[in-house]
Structure formats: C-alpha cells, structure tokens
C-alpha cells in the first residue's frame, strides 16, 4: 500500500515535500516514481529514484527545482519541490515497480504496477 501527503496550497516561489509511505519489507526492491495530473490533461511524469543506486530523474519542467530522495529505514521517498509555479499545480501521485527499468522506461506509467491515491498540489500566482 502506497500513502502519499504533504500536498497543500502555496504561492509561487513557495516550497512543499510531499512524501510517498510504502508499507511491507520490499521498499529496497522497487523503483518509485512521481507522477502528476493536472486538471484536463493526461497524467505526466516528473520525478523517479531507482532501487540500487539511488539515481534520480526528471521531467524538464522540473529538472533543478524539484529533487526527489529515499529512505529505506523509512520506506519513504520524498520530493522537495522548489520555486513552485502556477503551472505545478496538480495531483501528484507515487508509484512503484520492482521490474528492472532503464532510464527511457522508468519515465513511462506502464513501468509502474501499483500506485498511491495522489495528494493535490495548488501553486497560486
């Protein structure tokens, strides 16, 4: 089970970290991932961590202002988000997949098996 939060309201330039809360003893096993929707368009990626090394990736859009780290005593992977703008504002989901993933397919929703229920983000100007 997947339980995201830290979601809310800021205004631009603001900060938030929601966190993703992964339950069982198979955290180390997958890879995770951050997706987001935003209201009248198709759901996008924006952040992943792989499982081994811990190697990051993002989406253009957020690339230096959004960083996203985990922490296996925890379970958890969080995703420090900087300089927030309007156009962040969405649901945010976390992800995750055990399947061996590269850095073309980690980016893609079909790599992912099970995913929390999303927590709103709203950036207003």
């Known amino acids: 089970q997947l339980q995201a939060s830290g979601g809310g309201l800021v205004q631009a330039g603001g900060s938030l970290s929601p966190s993703c809360t992964v339950s069982?003893?198979?955290?180390?096993?997958?890879?995770m991932g951050w997706f987001r929707q935003a209201p009248g368009k198709e759901r996008e990626f924006v952040s992943a961590?792989?499982?081994?090394?811990?190697?990051?990736y993002y989406a253009d859009s957020v690339k230096a202002r959004f960083t996203m780290t985990r922490d296996n005593v925890k379970n958890t992977v969080y995703l420090q988000m900087n300089s927030l703008k309007p156009e962040d504002t969405a649901v945010y989901y976390c992800?995750?997949?055990?399947?061996?993933?590269?850095?073309?397919?980690?980016?893609?929703?079909?790599?992912?098996?099970?995913w929390g229920q999303g927590t709103q983000v709203t950036v207003s100007s």
């Open positions: 992800a995750v997949t055990s399947t061996l993933t590269t850095m073309v397919t980690i980016r893609k929703e079909s790599t992912y098996f099970y």
């Open positions: 069982g003893r198979s955290f180390r096993t997958y890879a």
């Open positions: 961590i792989t499982k081994n090394l811990g190697t990051t």
